[in-house]
């Protein structure tokens, strides 16, 4: 079976600051992951995924995540955070038959 | 432009009213999603389809259905047995569902927010 741990559901930090968005995952498999953005009322959007090819992925808008399957994590980081990126952020792992398992979600608030 | 398209935007019901939310998406994938979101508990899945004339339950499937008729729409029906529909719904595509499709990405559509009167 497959499951996904976001860590804190409330992330703070100042514009400019590195972002870190935490994410544990539990797999049966070799694990598929992915991240997803969600602006308020509005769908979600892929940010970057991870399919065994390389641990660092890089994505859009400046993130990226590196899969520690000793940590069983893949953690999104962004170097500096901008006024745009505040959304809530998704991680999930891909189960079977393309299903994905979605994490609580973690909000992002971003201080000018 | 290829996408997912969902409509209403907003919909408000009745008590014991049946609502159908609409899904379509031009993009040709095989396999479509119907997710529940609720504030602090993540998406959950109600249904999905992996092809045509064929789909499954998900995790909180009662109280709604589906049908897949065609490739392209997957209408999901909120009947009167869903005790607490409102929430925000979200429909997603991909390009297969099956045992090779694990490493494929969910589209997303713009959702549908459901209100009960």
């Known amino acids: 079976a497959q499951s996904v741990t976001q860590l804190g559901s409330h992330v703070s930090v100042s514009e400019g600051a590195l972002v870190l968005l935490r994410c544990n995952y539990s797999s049966s498999v070799p694990p598929y992951l992915f991240w997803y953005v969600q602006y308020p009322n509005q769908g979600l959007q892929l940010l970057l995924k991870?399919?065994?090819?390389?641990?660092l992925v890089k994505g859009i808008n400046g993130f990226e995540a590196e899969f520690k399957k000793s940590e069983t994590s893949f953690h999104l980081t962004k170097p500096s955070a901008h006024m745009s990126d505040a959304a809530e952020y998704f991680c999930?792992?891909?189960?079977?038959?393309?299903?994905?398992?979605f994490g609580q979600g973690t909000e992002l608030s971003v201080k000018p | 432009d290829g996408g997912i398209t969902q409509s209403p935007k907003y919909l408000f019901r009745k008590e014991g009213q049946n609502v159908t939310l609409s899904c379509e998406q031009n993009?040709?994938?095989?396999?479509m999603y119907w997710y529940r979101q609720d504030p602090g508990q993540g998406l959950r899945l109600i249904y999905y389809s992996q092809i045509v004339n064929d789909f499954q339950k998900g995790d909180i499937a009662e109280g709604y259905s589906v049908s897949r008729e065609k490739k392209e729409s997957f209408p999901l029906t909120v009947t009167s047995a869903q005790k607490n529909p409102t929430a925000f719904y979200l429909c997603?595509?991909?390009?297969?569902?099956?045992?090779?499709?694990?490493?494929?990405?969910?589209?997303f559509g713009p959702g549908t927010r459901l209100t009960v009167l």
């Open positions: 991870y399919t065994s090819a390389a641990t």
């Open positions: 993009l040709n994938h095989d396999a």
């Open positions: 997603a595509s991909s390009t297969s569902g099956m045992t090779s499709g694990r490493s494929n990405e969910q589209f």
């Open positions: 999930a792992v891909s189960g079977w038959g393309g299903k994905l398992i």
